[in-house]
């Protein structure tokens, strides 16, 4: 199994996946030839990517997505509502574009969405599940709910928002409303949060990447250390994790 971050903040989003001879992305926010060059530094050619899952339509995910599908022949998978809230979704090749609900069959590979509670029309989250792997993406939380959890559990790469810092979120230049949809149910996930999440978790991943990092309002030793020290003085602390803070601007790259 291999896991590309090509890059992912409040800019944009994009994530690669391998497994089983499967090749996906999930999210198309950033630029197309800032994919390429990503996948081409890890010997992916565009004729290789079968399919691209969208996890909501929020631009930082989805701004990407026709020069991706111009340069590809990849087939887009998400929810219905996301579908129909798509951005210029009329210049998307209608042929391409299909649907997930709960649980669908890619090759090899089981996918599963799972809700998540954000300010979009259908957000989720996805577990990829391969003969002896999961792999997971939860990010665009507003919190951590039972089935988000759920979906979490038993995941051998986990690729977890911690978005902000509360502190440094209340203190910054956003403007009032915007702090408060943040910091709402419906909004982004805080470090502590998310640390929670994995204190939660029956086993800890083997690798964990720390996603969808605020520039203003978070930083990535803070975000590590957060994560770290509730991990620690809750006893969950696992010597077998590798803990790494996805960027914007570049690429993290895990395989095992």
Known sequence: MHTAVLGSGSKGNSVY??????????????GVRRVMKGLKEIGVTPDMLSAVFLTHEHTDHVKGL?????ATEATVYTRPG???????RKELPEERLE?????????????KAFSTLHDA???VGYSFYGANSKCTLAT????????????IDGSD?????????????????YPWPLKQRILSNRGHLANEEAAWALVHMKKRPKKLFLAHLSEEN??????????ERVLREQGAASPTMEITVARQNDMDFWCE
Not at 18 to 30: R, S
Not at 218 to 224: D, G, M, S, T, V
């Open 66 to 70: 026709g020069p991706l599908l111009r």
């Open 17 to 30: 996946i391998e497994m089983e001879g499967m090749h996906i992305l999930v999210d198309a926010g950033i």
């Open 99 to 111: 649907v997930i609900h709960d649980e669908m069959k890619l090759g090899p590979l089981t996918v």
């Open 157 to 173: 790469v986990l690729v977890l928002e911690t978005n902000h810092d509360p502190a440094m979120l209340k203190r910054g230049s």
């Open 121 to 123: 029309a259908d957000p």
């Open 140 to 151: 665009d939380l507003g919190f951590i709910t039972s089935s988000v959890q759920s979906a």
């Open 82 to 88: 996301t579908l129909e809230a798509l951005p210029k």
């Open 218 to 227: 978070n930083r990535p030793e803070l975000a590590k250390e957060t994560v």
